[in-house]
């Protein structure tokens, strides 16, 4: 059984589509047909339900022989990282998955990382909540992910604590405040004033967005956004446009500029854990003790 073969079975199983999944590992369509029938004359159950021409998905046994696979590839990989470190020079891509909330805590993270390992590369997956990239992780997609750490999420994965995200409020010097005066006048708004502006926040049911609310309603102030999205990166975009004042996380690249300002949110302060989460491994491999030390000082 060829280690080529697993990750082309890997690849069809990300992708749903022999023709993606062929280019994808930047071969034929007939050739990925093919080492995926020599997978299943090797194992000798079908792995693949295929229609007249196209993929109709895994079947029962394709679902187990993937578990099987990706841990095999996964330790495989982990083998060759710890190889080459031990050669001197840890040299692999890292591929990190990240909370939107969380951009400025996983640049910090990889930055400290490629400071100690400048052969490592990084392969940056956002816009997906914890729940997803824990799922992403268990199923080897991912080697470490910014998350908001909560039980039972961190079952099975080893947690290193980073710097919690602080909520700010991004908007122009242009956007009226009901309260008098204007934006440049402030230091800080409080949740009372956002009741009475033009709101952008991430979609309802992220996590940031659930503590968000909460907060909101705790303190007496419930807040109702005109506008939502699933990026904080789209959120600075919207209260660019001068129409709507974005609430994100206080250290959001770019959001303070020219045109906008990023005013600290008081009274409620709204504060969220983060951490970079990992599965936990025996014994940890070098990628893993290294993601571990610069999560540890960021």
């Known amino acids: 059984m060829l280690l080529t073969h697993l990750e082309y079975f890997e690849a069809l199983a990300r992708e749903r589509h022999f023709g993606r999944a062929a280019a994808a590992c930047f071969i034929t369509t007939s050739t990925m047909s093919e080492a995926v029938r020599k997978l299943e004359a090797e194992v000798g159950v079908p792995l693949v339900n295929r229609g007249k021409s196209s993929y109709q998905g895994l079947t029962a046994e394709g679902e187990l022989f993937l578990s099987h696979s990706r841990q095999l590839l996964a330790d495989y990989r982990r083998l060759m990282e710890d190889l080459t470190a031990a050669g001197g020079s840890l040299e692999t891509t890292v591929r990190i998955g990240v909370i939107p909330s969380g951009h400025a805590v996983a640049a910090d993270v990889l930055a400290r990382l490629i400071e100690c390992h400048p052969a490592v590369e990084v392969a940056w997956t956002s816009g997906l909540s914890s729940e997803q990239l824990v799922a992403r992780l268990h199923s080897h997609e991912l080697d470490a992910a910014v998350i908001h750490p909560a039980a039972p999420l961190t079952d099975g994965l080893d947690i290193t604590d980073t710097a919690p995200v602080r909520y700010a409020v991004v908007l122009t010097d242009s956007l009226p405040l009901a309260s008098g005066g204007t934006v440049s006048d402030r230091e800080y708004l409080t949740g ?15 996590h940031a967005r659930v503590c968000f609310d909460r907060a909101m309603v705790d303190a007496g102030v419930p ?8 990026s904080v990166g789209a959120l600075v975009a919207l209260a660019a446009t001068g129409r709507w004042a974005a609430v994100v996380p206080e ?14 949110l008081i009274d409620p302060v709204v504060e969220l854990p983060t951490a970079v989460a990992r599965l936990s491994t025996t014994p940890v491999s070098v990628l893993g003790a290294a993601l571990d030390a610069a999560g540890r000082t960021a």
Do not use: F, I
């Open 192 to 206: 009372a004033d956002l009741v009475h502006l033009p709101l952008a926040l991430l979609n309802p049911d992220m």
């Open 223 to 230: 807040v109702t956004p005109s506008a939502q999205a699933d």
């Open 251 to 264: 250290e959001t690249p770019g959001a303070t500029s020219a045109s906008l300002r990023t005013l600290p």
